[in-house]
């Protein structure tokens, strides 16, 4: 998952041959997940029709302040710039910057530009002249002055078969340059989050195990979740059905307590955040057949041992790491959660009750408590994703401590 998922795109095309260009654009958007509504200026059309547009992004494109059919709808600028998280005018002709610069509103496309409150990205696209002349260096300069983010025209061949400065980005650039920059400001950028997630398995012989319940989401949707934040994540899975895919993740996939720290340990040296979500067993049996055990008509012992435990062995170790551990209780909730705290030498724990209804391994839901040796915060039920969030702002405000 990345920047762009979820995300409302507002995108302006101006009339430049580079209009044609806005269709893969448009695509590139859809695809990483963002949600794409096209303005044009009547003039644009010449260049790309808007059916084109409006079926690579399922949304209806409009030019006008009215559409001109007989069920005339007034289409409303202010809403549509309240809408978008961000407006990217491509390609930007010398004509509309000049009017943007100077505030002149005459279609709807310009009028959405001067009451958009939200940040808006520009891409000049015309001959290299042009391109150079003081009145387009001016526009360039007075847009980029009101706070609007320019992205830089590119050289190459031009349409009319000059050589040279002027041509609008490629549609893959100008995706990388809003990703790049929307990644900028991402509170978790830079950060390196090893998690744990889902149970291990602790073989009996080849074909049985002892193992738990455990799902995996809550650890997923943390990871999930500080993807998002801009954090490079490390995810140690034991065996779940979950999949995840994302540039800055790596999963290693495991199935023993054993396999799961000595992963856990080996990345913890380089990680600024751990979060122990995992349900790791606390015993193994102590011989593992080598054969499948045969029933037999007497009873059957299996005697086990304890693994070790990950996060009282790297609290241990702590360095500069903040570390954050779960803690699934029935009795006297508080009382053992801080106990772990203190044993395991964790920044915060957060405390699921198997009391609480809703909390717990299968459910999409969660009911957590924030124990630190600060503060005790409770949160609602709310669903896995609201809680790995707010874990997450946990976490960031304990980075800036
Ligand atoms: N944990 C771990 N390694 C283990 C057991 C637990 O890293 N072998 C981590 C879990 O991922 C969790 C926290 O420790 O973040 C607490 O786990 P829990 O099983 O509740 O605690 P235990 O120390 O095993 O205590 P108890 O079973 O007595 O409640």
Same mark, same amino acid.
């Not at 998952?1 to 859809?30: N, P, Q």
């Not at 644009?44 to 209806?60: G, H, M, Q, V, Y």
């Not at 002149?104 to 958009?116: E, K, M, R, V």
């Not at 992205?151 to 349409?159: D, K, N």
């Given at each position: 998952?990345?920047?762009?998922?979820?995300?409302?795109?507002?995108?302006?095309?101006?009339?430049?041959?580079?209009?044609?260009?806005?269709?893969?654009?448009?695509?590139?958007?859809?695809?990483?997940?963002?949600?794409?509504?096209?303005?044009?200026?009547?003039?644009?059309?010449?260049?790309?029709?808007?059916?084109?547009?409006?079926?690579?992004?399922?949304?209806?494109?409009?030019?006008?302040?009215?559409?001109?059919?007989?069920?005339?709808?007034?289409?409303?600028?202010?809403?549509?710039?309240?809408?978008?998280?961000?407006?990217?005018?491509?390609?930007?002709?010398?004509?509309?910057?000049?009017?943007?610069?100077?505030?002149?509103?005459?279609?709807?496309?310009?009028?959405?530009?001067?009451?958009?409150?939200?940040?808006?990205?520009?891409?000049?696209?015309?001959?290299?002249?042009?391109?150079?002349?003081?009145?387009?260096?001016?526009?360039?300069?007075?847009?980029?002055?009101?706070?609007?983010?320019?992205?830089?025209?590119?050289?190459?061949?031009?349409?009319?078969?000059?050589?040279?400065?002027?041509?609008?980005?490629?549609?893959?650039?100008?995706?990388?340059?809003?990703?790049?920059?929307?990644?900028?400001?991402?509170?978790?950028?830079?950060?390196?989050?090893?998690?744990?997630?889902?149970?291990?398995?602790?073989?009996?012989?080849?074909?049985?195990?002892?193992?738990?319940?455990?799902?995996?989401?809550?650890?997923?949707?943390?990871?999930?979740?500080?993807?998002?934040?801009?954090?490079?994540?490390?995810?140690?899975?034991?065996?779940?059905?979950?999949?995840?895919?994302?540039?800055?993740?790596?999963?290693?996939? #495991?199935?023993?307590?054993?396999?799961?720290?000595?992963?856990?340990?080996?990345?913890?040296?380089?990680?600024?955040?751990?979060?122990?979500?995992?349900?790791?067993?606390?015993?193994?049996?102590?011989?593992?057949?080598?054969?499948?055990?045969?029933?037999?008509?007497?009873?059957?012992?299996?005697?086990?041992?304890?693994?070790?435990?990950?996060?009282?062995?790297?609290?241990?170790?702590?360095?500069?790491?903040?570390?954050?551990?779960?803690?699934?209780?029935?009795?006297?909730?508080?009382?053992?959660?801080?106990?772990?705290?203190?044993?395991?030498?964790?920044?915060?724990?957060?405390?699921?009750?198997?009391?609480?209804?809703?909390?717990?391994?299968?459910?999409?839901?969660?009911?957590?408590?924030?124990?630190?040796?600060?503060?005790?915060?409770?949160?609602?039920?709310?669903?896995?994703?609201? #809680?790995?969030?707010?874990?997450?702002?946990?976490?960031?405000?304990?980075?800036?401590?």
């Amino acid at each position: 998952m990345g920047v762009l998922e979820g995300k409302k795109i507002l995108l302006g095309i101006t009339a430049g041959i580079a209009a044609y260009k806005t269709a893969s654009l448009v695509r590139l958007f859809v695809k990483s997940g963002a949600e794409v509504k096209v303005i044009m200026t009547p003039a644009a059309k010449d260049f790309i029709t808007p059916l084109t547009l409006s079926t690579l992004s399922k949304n209806e494109v409009v030019s006008s302040f009215t559409e001109d059919d007989e069920n005339a709808v007034w289409n409303n600028h202010v809403e549509l710039g309240l809408w978008a998280d961000f407006m990217l005018i491509a390609p930007a002709t010398a004509n509309t910057m000049a009017k943007m610069a100077g505030g002149t509103s005459n279609n709807l496309l310009l009028a959405t530009y001067l009451s958009a409150k939200c940040p808006v990205y520009f891409a000049p696209a015309m001959d290299l002249d042009m391109y150079q002349h003081p009145a387009t260096k001016k526009s360039l300069d007075t847009l980029q002055s009101y706070g609007n983010i320019l992205i830089p025209a590119e050289s190459g061949e031009l349409a009319s078969g000059l050589k040279g400065e002027g041509r609008m980005a490629e549609p893959e650039n100008i995706v990388a340059f809003i990703e790049n920059r929307l990644s900028i400001d991402l509170p978790l950028r830079g950060k390196k989050i090893l998690i744990s997630a889902g149970p291990t398995y602790e073989a009996i012989d080849p074909v049985r195990f002892i193992g738990n319940h455990s799902s995996g989401k809550m650890g997923y949707e943390i990871a999930k979740q500080a993807l998002a934040l801009g954090a490079e994540v490390i995810l140690v899975s034991g065996p779940t059905g979950l999949a995840l895919e994302a540039k800055e993740l790596t999963i290693i996939r #495991v199935t023993t307590a054993q396999q799961m720290f000595e992963a856990m340990n080996s990345h913890f040296e380089n990680a600024d955040i751990l979060i122990a979500a995992a349900a790791v067993a606390d015993y193994r049996p102590k011989t593992v057949a080598a054969q499948k055990m045969k029933k037999k008509d007497t009873s059957l012992q299996i005697e086990l041992e304890p693994t070790i435990d990950i996060l009282a062995t790297l609290g241990k170790q702590k360095t500069h790491q903040k570390l954050i551990g779960f803690a699934l209780e029935t009795n006297n909730e508080l009382e053992h959660a801080k106990g772990k705290l203190e044993r395991k030498n964790l920044d915060f724990i957060v405390l699921n009750s198997l009391n609480d209804k809703g909390a717990g391994f299968k459910s999409d839901t969660n009911k957590i408590t924030i124990v630190s040796k600060e503060a005790i915060k409770t949160f609602e039920l709310k669903s896995k994703t609201e #809680v790995a969030k707010d874990i997450l702002k946990e976490v960031i405000s304990l980075m800036h401590e």
